[in-house]
């Protein structure tokens, strides 16, 4: 078979990878890597449940194949916390219940911290905006939005 | 054989890869629409091209003959351009709307304009500049413009062997207003059921040009200039932006999907075209 070889940068480590160039980051995140925090929802690039972060910048890990992000930093839901801790925005969405099946949570939560970086300080309209392409199928929207305002600083 | 992934340093490079088996091989640049055609087998290239890494193809300049993008700009920096929100706001706007924020992230103008899905946002509003492409094959470069660029579903005038290297978005007339809207059908992330470009450039109350395009409700973007002459040398009053809708509504074969009907669609490029006339002669640009 003709795998390649790939080296990616996930969460601060590097993996060594022997994979077929077809396959997306989000299968090889989860099936290769064993990161299963980036879920598939809708496979199109619409939900969000597979977001990861690119050099910061939140991607739809369905949507782009492993062998694209070799030069890259990816971060998942799992690079977030530290031994400080979980990381602000992931406590606030357990303090603001900004869920109920958690499916999406991830996705919600590493978007959030992207929109935090680009936007300390985001008003409703530009969280609404930004988080658009993140689908909760639960509805827990007005949760998720009050633990996003209370992580702008 | 499976797929090759490839990653040239250069765009002379690209080229001469690409040139060896046109038909065999596919530029990959974000990805966000390749990557789709591969998961669901529309597509089965045994080489994908990757842009990536060739230096200088995302760049956005001013020159002589209008603001140049380079085909791998992201939509996100085509939207934060300050040249493109100073110049072009509409084309901003348009790029800033499309997908959602991790599209935006990944797909590129040139991907965009190259896989010409009929439900975009960009290729209305470039019409409606009188854009062009730049394609560059191992041969030659050669500068199509826009109204000659799209043929029909997922096709254009671009030859197996060539790479979108630019697109080029001439100055606009002065004293114009240019807007674009984007109705959508279903909900707030989604493409458009039809998009409306207009730009109206006036002489106090008299309009000097106007160019209206519509988009994502047809085949391709389409302009009918028979249409857009009738305003020409007139004051948009709201008879005449009604007939220049209604010549609108009847002159675009319009096309059905899960976004809305034929019929549906020919209502709404009217509504539409009548809202962007009123608001660009208003003096509301977008």
């Known amino acids: ?153 | 054989m499976s797929l090759q992934f490839l990653q040239p340093e250069t765009l002379a490079e690209a080229l001469a890869l690409l040139g060896r088996d046109p038909d065999e091989n596919k530029i990959i640049a974000g990805g966000t629409a390749v990557v789709l055609m591969l998961q669901h087998k529309l597509i089965a290239p045994e080489t994908l091209i990757s842009l990536s890494r060739i230096p200088g193809l995302n760049s956005i300049h001013l020159a002589d003959d209008g603001l140049h993008i380079g085909s791998l700009a992201l939509l996100r920096e085509v939207a934060a351009s300050g040249m493109v929100q100073e110049h072009f706001p509409a084309l901003a706007y348009a790029c800033e709307v499309v997908g959602n924020v991790r599209i935006r992230n990944q797909a590129t103008l040139g991907g965009n304009m190259a896989e010409a899905d009929y439900a975009s946002d960009p290729p209305a509003v470039l019409l409606a500049l009188d854009a062009s492409v730049v394609a560059t094959s191992a041969a030659r470069a050669r500068i199509i413009p826009l109204s000659e660029f799209f043929y029909g579903f997922y096709t254009t005038a671009l030859e197996p062997d060539e790479i979108m290297t630019e697109v080029i978005v001439p100055a606009l007339p002065a004293n114009c207003r240019m807007i674009y809207l984007k109705y959508k059908s279903r909900s707030s992330e989604d493409r458009p059921c039809a998009g409306i470009a207009a730009m109206a450039a006036f002489d106090g109350l008299i309009c000097t040009d106007l160019r209206v395009a519509v988009g994502a409700a047809c085949e391709t973007p389409r302009r009918l200039l028979e249409i857009e002459a009738l305003g020409i040398g007139q004051t948009l009053t709201d008879e005449l932006i009604q007939e220049i809708a209604e010549g609108y509504a009847a002159g675009i074969e319009t096309l059905d999907d899960l976004r809305g009907s034929a019929w549906y669609r020919t209502q709404m490029i009217r509504v539409h075209v009548r809202r962007a006339l009123k608001q660009i002669g208003a003096g509301r640009p977008c």
């Open chain 1, 1 to 153: 078979m003709s795998d390649t070889e790939l080296t990616l940068r996930v969460n601060g480590q590097t993996h060594q990878l022997h994979i077929s160039p077809e396959r997306t980051l989000l299968d090889v995140l989860r099936e290769e890597i064993g990161l299963v925090g980036a879920r598939e929802g809708c496979g199109v690039g619409m939900c969000g449940a597979c977001t990861v972060l690119i050099n910061n910048q939140p991607i739809s890990s369905c949507l782009m194949l492993a062998v694209q992000a070799g030069e890259s930093e990816i971060t998942t839901v799992e690079g977030l916390a530290s031994s400080a801790g979980l990381h602000p925005v992931q406590q606030a969405f357990i303090d603001y219940a900004g869920f109920q099946c958690a499916y999406c949570t991830p996705g919600f939560i590493l978007s959030t911290v992207a929109l935090l970086r680009d936007h300390p300080q985001p008003d409703n309209e530009t969280i609404q905006a930004y988080l658009a392409g993140n689908l909760c199928r639960c509805g827990s929207y007005e949760n998720i939005l009050a633990a996003v305002k209370a992580c702008s600083s």
